[in-house]
């Protein structure tokens, strides 16, 4: 059963950073991409970031572009999203997914994702 460990989030003033993680286990070698994805409270589930499996393709929602980085280390089956720059707009939980049969030329829509991990809260105060 494929499953998907989020860590790294937590409560940090305007303009700091954190990084999060994403840990892949359980899943074959087939999964085409790993999106971020968050979600305030009363808001719906916005893709942020999504990066392929092959060819390292990678995409931004506009509103974290030029201040989040997404990459991978495929030895350890971890993604990381690099958050500079935060924002109170950008407090949500954020999630981490797995998906087969996307290639990540866009930023992530959530219904083509499979699998997800539990979410890790992330609060930016100003």
């Known amino acids: 059963q494929p499953q998907l460990v989020e860590s790294g989030g937590g409560s940090v003033q305007s303009g700091e950073s954190l990084r999060l993680s994403c840990v892949a286990s359980?899943?074959?070698?087939?999964?085409?991409?790993i999106g971020w994805f968050r979600q305030a409270p009363g808001k719906g589930r916005e893709g942020v970031s999504c990066?392929?499996?092959?060819?390292?393709?990678?995409n931004y929602v506009d509103s974290v572009r030029g201040r989040f980085t997404i990459s991978r280390d495929n030895a350890n089956n971890t993604v990381y999203l690099q958050m500079n720059g935060l924002k109170p707009d950008d407090s949500a939980v954020y999630y981490c997914?797995?998906?087969?049969?996307?290639?990540?030329?866009?930023?992530?829509?959530?219904?083509?994702?499979?699998?997800w991990g539990q979410g890790t809260q992330v609060t930016v105060s100003s």
């Open positions: 359980g899943f074959t070698s087939n999964f085409d991409a």
């Open positions: 997914a797995a998906a087969y049969g996307t290639t990540c030329s866009t930023p992530p829509k959530w219904l083509d994702y499979h699998f």
């Open positions: 990066i392929s499996s092959k060819g390292g393709r990678i």
